[in-house]
């Protein structure tokens, strides 16, 4: 159906971002792909260690998800701070990867966590990596025929933690600043250090100097504040209504800092 | 493309316990069926995109924003609008809460904040403030500054498992007289 409608055809999910850009004429597809009626795309699976997303996840289902508690905190965190409510019923986790708004919380939060999409079409299906789906404001790299399935998150090993942290100007409002963080300790070391921002930059991404300063350092104070120096230095904010570039990237020091240490606490059992 | 073309689709959406078909244009929004077909104007549009929560609507007990939702995308499913909260002719305590607690002035927004807070107390029956307020936090009100709204919940609460309590009992008493 996709292949026949070419870029005139468009995947109906939650409909909580299309819809409103098909009010404000920015979208106008001569048809909609409702897959709202598709079965078994609705669980979240736990396999191999770690775990499956399908396609029609909405954000509610995660918030209330005791799967994602413990090792996959930063998607459990991030849940809730999603718009509000009653868009939280409808809204999905694929469907937020698909928009690609960098303003978006998901991106990142699965970005930290190491997750990659499944897109399928009539010519077959690939996995593309969550780095490289990304390609710009709203852009990825995602054919107009293809549908993501389902998203897969690693696993993360048995000592990990996660959180998200959000400045929002109110409830429900689009992140002023996002930080993700996603780290996994062996053997007394950091084995896994995923660190990514939201709304400051094209596209959500991850911080790579950053992580590397866990990885080089380890989980002390030194080396969380070193990578949360260099996540700011990462950040390319702009100023705006919400704040100055300035600002932004201060906010952006202070809760990378703030939630590794938060993680560091949960993961070492402190609570 | 013949499907591309504008045409109308058949739907059958239960409305307030009631099965209404219709011919609609796929575009049609959930809301403009309500109100501009079925004439059941308490599902008010405040914003139009997506951010007020005037238009919620219960579909299949879910809160959903009817603006941000097709018509066709509700076939085959159950809405309840505020028309369909009485029951047996009586007020919903969370109607009569509105009214006791003072909890609306111009009430364009109280549709909205009686579905939402129904659907909360279907499933959490004794909510703290807290959980009112976050449950809540999708709807906006330009009156009332929300004590009121969170009270006129609270009363939904108590009266609902005082009811229920008695219920409990008057069927404990009829099972004693029947044993
Ligand atoms: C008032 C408001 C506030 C919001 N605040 C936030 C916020 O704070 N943080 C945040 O992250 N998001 C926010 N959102 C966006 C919300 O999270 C959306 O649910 C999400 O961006 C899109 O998911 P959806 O399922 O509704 O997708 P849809 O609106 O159905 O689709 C969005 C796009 O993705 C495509 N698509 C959807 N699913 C697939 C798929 N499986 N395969 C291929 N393409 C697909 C569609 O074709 C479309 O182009 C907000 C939305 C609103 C209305
Ligand atoms: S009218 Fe639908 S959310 Fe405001
Ligand atoms: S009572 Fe007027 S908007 Fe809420």
Redesign the pocket.
């Known amino acids: 159906m996709l292949d026949r409608l070419g870029e005139d055809g ?11 850009l098909m009010k404000l004429r920015f ?1 106008a597809p001569a048809a909609l792909v409702d ?1 709202n009626r598709v079965p078994g795309l609705d669980q979240i699976t736990e396999e191999g260690g770690g775990l499956r997303i399908g ?1 029609l996840v909405r ?1 509610k289902a995660c918030e209330r998800s005791q799967v994602l508690r413990g090792r996959f905190g930063v998607l459990h965190d991030v849940a809730p ?4 409510p009653i ?1 939280r019923n ?3 986790v ?3 990867l ?2 690609a ?1 960098p ?4 991106a990142s939060a699965l970005l930290a966590a190491g997750a990659e999409v499944v897109a399928r079409s009539a010519a077959g299906e690939r996995t593309i990596p969550l780095d490289e789906l990304l390609k710009g404001p709203f852009t990825t790299v ?1 054919e107009p025929n ?4 389902e998203v897969r998150v690693p696993d993360p090993g048995s000592r990990a933690g996660g959180t998200y942290r959000k400045l ?1 100007r109110k409830v ?4 002023t600043v996002g930080v993700a963080v996603h780290v996994s300790l062996a053997d007394g070391s950091v084995a896994r250090a995923g660190i990514a921002l939201t709304a400051v930059g094209p596209i959500n991404f991850r911080a790579t100097a950053a992580e590397q300063a866990l990885l080089d350092g380890g989980f002390g104070d030194e080396a969380i504040g070193a990578a949360a120096r260099l996540a700011a230095d990462a950040a390319e904010p702009r100023s705006d209504l919400r704040g100055s570039a300035d600002y932004k990237r201060g906010v952006v020091r202070i809760f990378t800092e703030r939630a590794l240490h938060q993680v560091a606490r949960s993961v070492r059992g402190e609570g | 493309m013949a499907e591309t073309e504008a045409h109308v689709q058949s739907i059958e959406v239960v409305v307030n316990g009631e099965r209404r078909a219709a011919e609609v244009e796929p575009r049609m929004l959930l809301v403009h069926f309500l109100r501009g077909e079925l004439g059941l104007t308490g599902t008010h549009i405040g914003c139009d995109t ?2 007020c929560g005037a238009c919620t609507v219960l579909l299949d007990g879910v809160p959903i924003k009817s603006c ?1 939702m097709f018509a066709v995308q509700a076939s085959g499913r159950g809405v309840t609008t505020v028309e369909g909260l009485r029951r047996d002719g009586a007020l919903h305590p969370i109607q009569q809460g509105f009214k006791e607690e003072h909890g609306l002035q111009c009430g364009f927004c109280t549709p909205g904040m009686m579905l939402v807070s129904a659907a909360l107390l279907e499933e959490n029956p004794n909510p703290s403030e807290e959980e009112i307020r976050w449950a809540l936090s999708g709807n906006i009100c330009r009156c009332t500054g929300y004590q009121n709204i969170v009270k006129a919940v609270h009363w939904a609460a108590r009266t609902m498992q005082s009811e229920q309590a008695s219920e409990g009992v008057e069927s404990e008493l009829a099972a004693e007289g029947a044993a």
């Open positions: 468009k995947v109906l999910a939650g409909g909580q971002s299309l819809i409103p979208a897959i396609a954000h701070l999603i718009s509000d868009v409808l809204g999905t694929a469907g937020s698909a928009h708004d303003q978006g919380d998901w995602l293809e549908i993501v399935t929002e429900g409002d689009f992140a | 997506t951010s941000t």
